[in-house]
Every structure is written in C-alpha cells, then in structure tokens.
C-alpha cells in the first residue's frame, strides 16, 4: 500500500459496514504525528490514488481521531505533536491504580456496598464517575512534571523514553507491593 511508505505511518485497519450503526467501508490510518498524517493526506501521490478509485466510489469524508486522552496532556509548545498515546496510557494508569484500589477499598466496600447496600453495576459507576473526577486534576499536573519523559527534545529520545518507562514500570510495581501488603 502507497500509504506504508508514508513517513510516520504506523498501520491500518479496515472496517466493514456495521448494519444500523456505519453503513459503509470505515479506513483507519494511524501516524506518529499529525503532521505526517497531514503530509500523507495533502500529497499528490494520496490524491492521484483517490482520483483513480473515484469512479468506485460515491463519496470519501475524512476526519482526524485522536486518542481519547489528549485533553489531559497539552502539547509543551504550539503546534508540537502531542504525546505518544503508550506513554499517555501509562501515566494514566499509574495514577488510576491508586485512585481505584484505594476508593474501593476505603468507600466502596464499606459505604457503597456494605452500608447503603448498593448493586455493584450502581457502586463500580460511582467509583468509575469518581475516579475519571479525579484524574482530570492529577493527570494534568503529572504530565506538566513528565514533560520530559512525554515529549522529549533533542535526539537521545531512545534513553530517555527507557527511562521514563523504568520509573513508572518501578512506580506500578513499588505500588503493587505495598498495595498487596497492606491494603
């Protein structure tokens, strides 16, 4: 595929028509950056495809998705790609760990279930309301502090990333330890 030579591209995937919900052929691109993606989409070599196939098809939209936690990790300057969404995840996940195991343990168990007799489906989307509240105030401020990590300058990006990766892998297991001690 024309597309696979793209730089940034990172992979596609085809989805067919889902009968009362999408009723055509969905194409999904996936680029490192914005602006690779653009550069894709903007290149003659794009455009001379489209106007081959033009006669098979009845009308092309496109629309650019990003990760669902990009409202939480503003880009460092403008116009700056945000960040890798697996680096996105995983400070996500080291902060939503805490926040669950914690709620659960301290009001879910004993207020929601025990004392006010809640179903759990009811308990776990309390829990889930609170922790998304939650994580809307420390995921920004975590992120301003692993700016360094999220969007790396210079071009020793590859240790940088390693080490980024060993203190949150470090924080999860430090974390699971104690948690599995004490909670």
């Given at each position: 595929?024309?597309?696979?030579?793209?730089?940034?591209?990172?992979?596609?995937?085809?989805?067919?028509?889902?009968?009362?919900?999408?009723?055509?052929?969905?194409?999904?691109?996936?680029?490192?950056?914005?602006?690779?993606?653009?550069?894709?989409?903007?290149?003659?070599?794009?455009?001379?495809?489209?106007?081959?196939?033009?006669?098979?098809?009845?009308?092309?939209?496109?629309?650019?998705?990003?990760?669902?936690?990009?409202?939480?990790?503003?880009?460092?300057?403008?116009?700056?790609?945000?960040?890798?969404?697996?680096?996105?995840?995983?400070?996500?996940?080291?902060?939503?760990?805490?926040?669950?195991?914690?709620?659960?343990?301290?009001?879910?168990?004993?207020?929601?279930?025990?004392?006010?007799?809640?179903?759990?489906?009811?308990?776990?989307?309390?829990?889930?309301?609170?922790?998304?509240?939650?994580?809307?105030y420390l995921v920004p401020c975590?992120?301003?502090?692993?700016?360094?990590?999220?969007?790396?300058?210079?071009?020793?990006?590859?240790?940088?990333?390693?080490?980024?990766?060993?203190?949150?892998?470090?924080?999860?297991?430090?974390?699971?330890?104690?948690?599995?001690?004490?909670?």
């Open positions: 595929m024309a597309q696979a030579k793209a730089r940034g591209f990172q992979g596609y995937r085809f989805e067919p028509p889902i009968p009362g919900v999408q009723e055509d052929w969905l194409s999904i691109l996936r680029f490192d950056t914005e602006e690779h993606l653009k550069a894709w989409m903007d290149s003659p070599e794009r455009q001379a495809l489209l106007a081959d196939v033009a006669a098979f098809t009845v009308e092309v939209h496109t629309r650019i998705a990003r990760t669902g936690f990009d409202q939480w990790f503003p880009s460092s300057s403008e116009g700056a790609p945000p960040p890798s969404p697996w680096k996105m995840n995983m400070i996500v996940l080291v902060l939503l760990y805490p926040i669950v195991l914690l709620f659960g343990n301290f009001v879910v168990n004993p207020y929601l279930l025990a004392w006010a007799r809640l179903p759990f489906p009811v308990a776990l989307f309390i829990s889930n309301v609170v922790s998304i509240v939650i994580l809307n975590t992120a301003t502090r692993f700016t360094w990590w999220l969007q790396p300058k210079g071009k020793d990006t590859g240790s940088i990333d390693i080490k980024g990766y060993l203190l949150l892998a470090a924080a999860c297991a430090v974390m699971v330890v104690i948690f599995t001690l004490y909670a």
